[in-house]
């Protein structure tokens, strides 16, 4: 029999996400659903160039140590997994996942892996397609693509968790969508049916972020306290047939979940918010209000959506250079001083060794790295923490920043310490363009045991 | 009462791409009615425009007493090739919380 209500639970809001409170709120939680998110924008450009490097691998580095967590416990309480953590190779996750969980006392799992958001070849062959970012034509960054994902929608995790497999396995797919699948498989939405999928898409959007719904990135002591912050739990959401959404958290935890966190996390990553496009719809929360059921449960209500547009939202990673980068500490007298110097001394260095860079940036942590020089006068501090960055295409010229930051331990001005030099980092970065739907074709692959 | 935006509300910073949004939660009713008047787009320009030439863009949220500001081309060229130490700019909620509001 169908239950009346089914509770999903969020497990993971990126790839290095803490993964204690998923296992508390899978023990502790009575979830029939858990569902881990684990990839930022550029994260999958970065495990595709894994898998150019080993067709075995391409999967969230993190996922074997994730699962053999979450597995176990979530077979012991009857919850099944949803996650995106397959990102550039979803297939190559399932079979890793598969080979290591008997050791992990799980010999006859199932899993379904969601295929079809990679998008790299198709779009070689749209290179008039244009970037949103910046108007260009798509062509502009085709030499340097390294992974192009279509995000994908509710309808195919719906469809994956239609196989009966414990464990659903995807690339790309809209994080709210990785949380509307398991409505659309339960209760057999209609996938046009607006106010439904708006209550499931505005669920998966406050809980994809884990402990940000429940009093993280929150507390300012005096102002906003959260009760054992150290403990902090992860939300899970209760939704009935015809689209009731409660949002709760593991029993017992820490953290807090009311109107202030709701909130804060409503408009999470927002821009208008009478149109949240995700794959599934465009949603609308101009309506929305939250109201304290009992302690940490709120309800939603309000939610809003309109028909889903006729294009997918594609996320192209490409190669852009390199990023040299080194920190080094001045303090007590005239510190902040001695940083100054110490950055020109740097730059000189750099520029009579002959390297050019496209971009550099200097920091004096503790003075303006987050907040930049707004010309407000502001005391010196007592400590100061120089920082350079740097841009160039020459891995070369990056190395040589953080390796000059360093070298004033010995040859710049007096008393510095702590250096770091951080290396060479090179640059995935992302653009995004918008590809029409009909021509993306998914497909769900069983795999494990039928 | 206090107009600094600090002791009205509290705030949190998202990121997609090179575009910050920043959302102002008032404590309460008062709160949100100075809020809802006085920080204007405006405003929090001014007190970004050492970073971004903008635009700011201003949505309001009554039921929530909320106020979601979106700001582009702040975040140093995006999160993905940002030299700052802070790319997705989680830091700047605490920025526009230091705005002081005319009477």
């Given at each position: 029999m169908q239950k009346s209500v089914l509770r999903i639970g969020a497990?993971?809001?990126?790839?290095?996400?803490?993964i204690p409170p998923a296992v508390e709120l899978i023990e502790r939680g009575a979830l029939d659903y858990v569902c881990c998110e684990c990839l930022a924008e550029r994260t999958i450009a970065r495990e595709a160039l894994d898998r150019s490097r080993n067709p075995g691998l391409g999967f969230t580095p993190s996922m074997l140590e994730r699962m053999e967590a979450i597995l176990p416990p979530s077979r012991a309480h009857g919850v099944r997994i949803v996650s995106n953590m397959g990102a550039a190779n979803p297939l190559g996750a399932a079979r890793a996942l598969l080979a290591a969980a008997p050791g992990w006392g799980v010999p006859d799992l199932s899993c379904a892996v969601l295929l079809g958001d990679d998008v790299t070849d198709l779009l070689r062959d749209h290179a008039g397609l244009t970037l949103m970012e910046d108007g260009a034509p798509l062509e502009s960054i085709l030499p340097r693509m390294a992974s192009a994902n279509a995000y994908l929608g509710a309808d195919g995790v719906a469809r994956a968790l239609d196989t009966g497999a414990q464990v659903v396995i995807t690339g790309r797919v809209a994080d709210p969508s990785l949380f509307l699948g398991p409505m659309l498989h339960h209760f057999g939405w209609a996938y046009d049916d607006w106010d439904r999928l708006a209550a499931g898409t505005l669920a998966g959007h406050m809980l994809e972020c884990t402990g940000q719904l429940t009093g993280g990135c929150f507390a300012d002591p005096g102002m906003k306290e959260v009760e054992d912050l150290a403990g902090l739990g992860y939300p899970f959401v209760d939704v009935t047939a015809d689209g009731a959404i409660t949002l709760g958290k593991t029993p017992g935890s820490g953290g807090r979940l009311d109107r202030a966190t709701c909130t804060e996390q409503i408009l999470?990553?927002?821009?208008?918010p009478a149109a949240y496009i995700t794959p599934d719809c465009v949603l609308d929360i101009t309506d929305v209000d939250f109201a304290?059921?009992?302690?940490d449960r709120v309800r939603v209500i309000g939610a809003r959506a309109r028909p889903r547009t006729a294009t997918y939202k594609v996320v192209v990673g490409y190669f852009d250079g390199y990023i040299g980068c080194g920190e080094m500490s001045y303090a007590g007298i005239n510190a902040v001083a001695r940083a100054k110097l110490a950055i020109e001394v740097v730059k000189e260095r750099l520029r009579r060794r002959g390297f050019v860079y496209s971009e550099m940036r200097c920091d004096l942590i503790g003075m303006n790295?987050?907040?930049?020089?707004?010309?407000r006068p502001r005391p010196e501090p007592y400590e100061v923490r120089l920082r350079i960055a740097a841009r160039t295409d020459s891995r070369k010229a990056a190395e040589a920043v953080g390796a000059e930051v360093r070298g004033n331990h010995m040859q710049g001005p007096g008393s510095a310490g702590g250096g770091i030099n951080f290396g060479a980092r090179e640059i995935l970065a992302v653009k995004s363009v918008l590809l029409p739907r009909e021509k993306v074709r998914t497909e769900v692959v069983l795999e494990g045991v039928r | 009462m206090s107009r600094r935006v600090y002791d009205l509300g509290h705030a949190r910073a998202g990121d997609k791409g090179n575009t910050s949004n920043i959302s102002v939660t008032a404590y309460n009713e008062a709160a949100w009615q100075v809020l809802r008047a006085k920080l204007t787009e405006a405003q929090v320009l001014a007190a970004f425009r050492h970073l971004t030439p903008g635009p700011v863009r201003r949505y309001e949220l009554p039921k929530l007493r909320a106020l979601n500001f979106v700001i582009e081309n702040a975040l140093g060229g995006g999160v993905t090739r940002?030299?700052?130490?802070d790319p997705h700019g989680k830091g700047l909620s605490s920025l526009l919380l230091t705005i002081e509001l005319p009477d």
């Open positions: 497990g993971s809001g990126m790839s290095d996400d803490r999470y990553e927002m821009h208008d304290q059921e009992a302690a790295s987050l907040h930049g020089e707004d010309g | 940002s030299l700052a130490i």
